[in-house]
């Protein structure tokens, strides 16, 4: 059984940084893809950013060039820097893993921006 377990949500002014990390535990075989996904308040989940095990990434259009994802294989662990954060990215994100078409979930972390 496969957990995923994230940290670094909060509360940052507009303009601040966060970084979130996110830690599998159990067994995640390669090739695998993990990412972060978010979801604001009456509104759908929406992909955020992912890497593959391979080091491939992809970010949704509002991130790039602010978002940066990273992966560390040896420790199944996942990361987004977040810098130039704006009250539009207050969410709750969720960590992501898919791996031979299975696929698990963090319970969430809140990020807010305040303007």
């Known amino acids: 059984q496969v957990q995923l377990v994230e940290s670094g949500g909060g509360l940052v002014q507009a303009g601040g940084s966060l970084r979130l990390s996110c830690a599998a535990s159990?067994?995640?075989?390669?090739?695998?893809?993990m990412g972060w996904y978010r979801q604001a308040p009456g509104k759908q989940r929406e992909l955020v950013a992912i890497?593959?095990?391979?080091?491939?990434?992809n970010y949704a259009d509002s991130v790039k060039g602010r978002f940066t994802i990273s992966g560390d294989n040896a420790k199944n662990s996942v990361f987004l820097q977040m810098n130039s954060l704006k009250p539009e990215d207050t969410a709750v994100y969720y960590c992501?893993?898919?791996?031979?078409?299975?696929?698990?979930w963090g319970k969430g972390t809140q990020v807010t921006v305040s303007s």
């Open positions: 992501n893993a898919l791996s031979y078409g299975l696929e698990y």
């Open positions: 159990g067994s995640i075989f390669r090739p695998y893809r």
């Open positions: 890497i593959s095990s391979g080091g491939s990434t």
